[in-house]
């Protein structure tokens, strides 16, 4: 998944009216309009980091002369967590008028800070799921995300998961048939809630059927489903819902998942694994803006 500024501009600007309201009234006090500066932005914790072009479009929609230079990759993996004098990684440096470097820090650093929490919970659920697979001698499992984000920033928290490793599920509701235990209840069932979604499926759309027990899965298998969602099943339910649908239908687990039991649903041979924790339970990360340098 790629971002652009013009996808996510509307984003950045409901974020920067939300914080700058009428005006930065302390920058504007304190700070002469004249004064440049140099800043860094420094990760301070150990992770992935996401996020530094839209952190770059936030201090640019202030300022377009804002000059901001990436020191790491998008997607790289922090690990030296002291840096130079104990500082920290710097993962950017940036500089322009000192007013718009200030207004803009609180927003530049949530959005980075969201993103780069969420590409680091990721990644280590896609470690633990390779790790156990490949023990097991399997394929790595999938790690898909889920709608369950904050409201007004899904682009950005899906983008954040691919940059970790995992793999956006649908973005919304108008891109996938995701058949739930509430269509089913006002469809009447597995059967007939499959044969309506099949006679007006959209071009390209394809056909999820979520099941909670073994009986509903051996029912999805026999309308040939071809993607089941195994919702809160055990390992064993799991296991045997695995050998019942080799080579008729790709199976994903879903709820529930963490990192404590991660790798054992990972080695049961699973195609995909839905986390929604990805998004909606993923710690920020340390990252914090300093000034280095101030010119008249």
């Not at 002369?65 to 690990?79: A, K, N, T």
């Not at 399997?138 to 940059?163: F, H, N, Q, W």
Request: net charge negative; aromatic share 4%; charged share 20%.
């Amino acid at each position: 998944m790629q971002l652009t500024r013009v996808a996510v501009q509307d984003i950045i600007d409901t974020a920067l009216r939300e914080d700058i309201g009428a005006g930065d009234l302390t920058t504007q006090l304190i700070v002469p309009p004249e004064i440049e500066a140099t800043a860094e932005i420094v990760a301070r914790q150990a992770g992935v980091i996401a996020g530094l072009p839209v952190a770059e479009w936030v201090f640019q929609t202030l300022d377009p002369q804002i000059d901001f230079r990436p020191l790491v990759e998008e997607g790289s993996e922090v690990r030296c967590l002291q840096g130079e004098a104990g500082r920290g990684h710097v993962v950017a440096n940036l500089h322009g008028q000192a007013r718009a470097l200030l207004t803009g820090e609180r927003v530049a650093l949530n959005f980075l800070q969201r993103m780069s929490g969420i590409a680091t919970l990721t990644a280590r659920f896609v470690a633990l799921a390779h790790q156990a697979a490949s023990s097991a001698g399997l394929p790595s499992p999938r790690i898909l995300d889920t709608r369950k984000t904050t409201p007004g920033l899904r682009m950005l928290e899906k983008y954040a998961v691919s940059v970790g490793g995992g793999t956006n599920h649908r973005f919304g509701l108008y891109d996938g048939v995701l058949i739930k235990d509430n269509h089913l209840a006002l469809a009447g069932g597995i059967s007939e809630a499959l044969s309506r979604a099949r006679q007006s499926l959209p071009a390209m759309a394809r056909i999820e059927i979520e099941v909670k027990t073994l009986g509903e899965l051996e029912e999805a298998l026999a309308c040939g489903a071809e993607i089941i969602m195994l919702d809160n099943m055990s390992l064993e339910e799991i296991a045997t819902a695995v050998a019942l649908a080799r080579g008729r239908a790709k199976l994903e687990v879903s709820g529930g998942v963490n990192e404590s039991n991660i790798e054992a649903l990972a080695a049961t041979g699973v195609d995909y694994i839905s986390i929604g924790a990805l998004t909606h339970s993923a710690p920020a990360l340390d990252i914090s803006m300093n000034i280095t340098q101030i010119s008249h």
